[in-house]
């Protein structure tokens, strides 16, 4: 019903960047041309493990301070931009009402992240970091799952959305810490199957990565299940490195 009015109202009215807000023109879809120029992509210098992107340009890819001090499950993490401006915008945006132009958008940015990081036969299966069933009624849908989608159709690599579940309902992490966002998450995902998982290679879906605790605590979960390596690609990164 809210696709068929949001189709309607599509038709009646000039459609609006999903970034800024500004009429667009004819011919123009979705996002304006000045925040699309706008939107920074990750390049490197990256850390090595968790993908957080280095302010210098002078050096190497290098695992950063906080992936030597603390174990990450995940082999490798990568995003696509940098979880800022109209990225951070539009991802706000779609989180709670879904527009059908930013999951296709968004599924292409991650295809070509992918591509660029991976490529095809890395993966036997797409996971998406799973939503408690509380939050996903109260949104309506779990962005994650919209992406694993976007990125199965895309790499023909097969998705599961029940394999890895999330049983306790854990407050939204905004503002907390890196340590307390870990004893938060602690114990909250379960897998379904466990011989489902053996001997596998899994890519773990989510649209940003804060501090990688959920994705470290999803990864360990996979791992412990009999998967022989999780790595994760995310939409946005949300933190840079000096
Ligand atoms: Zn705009
Ligand atoms: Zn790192």
Do not use: A, F
């Given at each position: 019903m809210r696709a068929l009015i949001e189709r309607v109202l599509q038709f009646l009215l000039p459609s609006q960047c999903h970034c800024c807000e500004r009429f667009l023109e004819e011919g123009q879809k979705g996002i304006c041309p000045d925040c699309l120029s706008k939107i920074r992509w990750i390049e490197p210098p990256?850390?090595?493990?968790?993908?957080a992107p280095f302010l210098s340009r002078e050096i190497e890819n290098h695992p950063c301070g906080a992936c030597l001090t603390r174990r990450k499950y995940f082999t490798m993490a990568r995003a696509v931009?940098?979880?800022?401006g109209p990225l951070r915008e539009a991802i706000h945006r779609w989180k709670y009402e879904e527009k059908s132009y930013l999951t296709s958008f968004f599924g292409e940015k991650l295809a070509e992240g992918f591509c660029h990081y991976w490529g095809p036969g890395s993966f036997d299966l797409l996971i998406p970091v799973p939503l408690h069933s509380k939050r996903l009624r109260d949104r309506g849908f779990n962005q994650a799952l919209l992406l694993a989608k976007e990125l199965s159709q895309r790499t023909r690599i097969p998705y599961s959305k029940r394999l890895l579940q999330k049983r306790i309902s854990t407050l939204p992490q905004v503002h907390l810490s890196g340590r307390k966002r870990e004893k938060g998450v602690k114990g909250s995902f379960h897998i379904q199957r466990d011989e489902a998982l053996k001997g596998k290679t899994i890519l773990l879906v989510d649209d940003v990565y804060t501090t990688g605790a959920t994705v470290n605590e999803c990864s360990k979960v996979l791992l412990k299940a009999g998967a022989e390596r999780v790595d994760v690609l995310t939409l946005a990164h949300a933190i840079k490195i000096t």
């Open positions: 990256l850390c090595t493990l968790c993908g931009g940098y979880y800022e």
